[in-house]
């Protein structure tokens, strides 16, 4: 938790920066699933899919049945947020703090942006004829999908995470130790979004959930990394023995330690070689500037990994 509290101006700067981002994120995605997601009923997996499966479960229910999908999405969040305080720790809390906190308010104002203004005409089918119809479900899937990827793509470039199901996905994969994260998330979604076909009782709802999904993955693939999945990180440090035995411990990835000469000193050095998933790039990123902030750090995108850990290609 220390690091919530920057010494410097640099980490002052790269505070404010990584903040930005993450709010910034969460206010794309918020907006996403105010304009698209819930006005469809589009199950596309995620917190957005649980809310609107409660909302459908608990309809007819006193009290309960006024409550909307909105209302839904924020309580569960909070409620995997204090779950992933004692299941994951408080270095995933600290990712997430930020990005749990805001998105109550950024579906608030989304939701007041988009029902309060010329924008509610556009989420009326009922002001569609014949195949307009079908063709603005089709533009709210493909948009839909496109801001929910983008909103995780910026939290996750500042170091922050969404939360929600990946307090699910991230305890699973934790305690199974065969069953790999992406895996993980993958089992999640999926069972989201089975669920959400009996809930919604609209199978062309749940197709479009479904493509409204595969488009998020896939602005997150290329906003966040391009063509690649997963990261190649060189780490000059003379604290790299901390540094291998925690990325080995809390981020169950192995590494590689070559010997290496400064180029200007001509003194011994020691490079550490980690490859991980593109989840895991905000843990890799606390685990070196807790324990050596001054360490030199490269980080690539790998194209292709294979081997042990990893399957052919890249793991997600």
């Known amino acids: 938790m220390k690091k919530l509290f920057p010494k410097d101006k640099k980490d002052w700067l790269r505070f404010f920066k990584n903040t930005g981002l ?18 469809f009923d589009l199950v596309t997996g995620g917190i957005s899919g649980i809310g609107i499966i409660l909302e ?11 409550i909307g999908a909105d209302v ?23 990712k997430t703090l930020i990005s749990t906190m805001f998105y109550p308010i950024a579906l608030y104002l989304s939701e007041l942006i988009v029902y309060h203004s010329p924008i509610s005409r556009l989420l009326d089918l009922t002001v569609y004829e014949g ?3 079908a063709i603005a479900l089709l533009i709210a899937t493909v948009f839909g999908g496109a801001c929910m990827g983008a909103g995780c793509a910026f939290t996750f470039l500042g170091g922050g995470s969404t939360g929600g199901v990946d307090v699910i996905a991230l305890t699973l ?79 169950a990835r192995t590494t590689t330690i070559l010997e290496a000469t400064g180029g200007y000193s001509g003194e011994g050095k ?38 042990e850990g990893w399957t052919y290609g890249i793991e997600g």
């Open 56 to 66: 459908k479960c608990f309809e007819d229910v006193p009290f309960l049945g006024t």
């Open 72 to 94: 839904f999405s924020s309580i569960v969040n909070w409620i995997l947020f204090v779950l992933g305080i004692f299941l994951l720790g408080t270095s995933f809390a600290a």
């Open 173 to 251: 994969s934790k305690y199974v130790k065969r069953l790999k994260s992406s895996v993980a998330f993958f089992v999640c979604d999926t069972l989201i979004i089975i669920i959400g076909i009996f809930a919604v009782d609209n199978f062309l709802l749940s197709l479009l959930g479904i493509i409204s999904a595969f488009i998020c993955a896939i602005s997150i693939d290329k906003l966040f990394l391009g063509e690649s999945s997963a990261f190649i990180a060189h780490v000059v440090s003379d604290k790299y023995a901390e540094i291998n035995r925690a990325v080995i411990e809390k981020m």
């Open 270 to 307: 020691k490079l550490v070689i980690i490859t991980f998933a593109m989840r895991q790039y905000p843990a890799f990123t606390e685990i070196v500037t807790s324990i050596d902030k001054n360490a030199f750090v490269t980080v690539h995108r790998a194209h292709e990994i294979n081997g």
């Open 22 to 39: 993450i709010l910034l994120g969460t206010f794309i995605l918020a907006f996403g699933i105010a304009m698209f997601i819930f006005p």
């Open 131 to 133: 195949e307009y119809q």
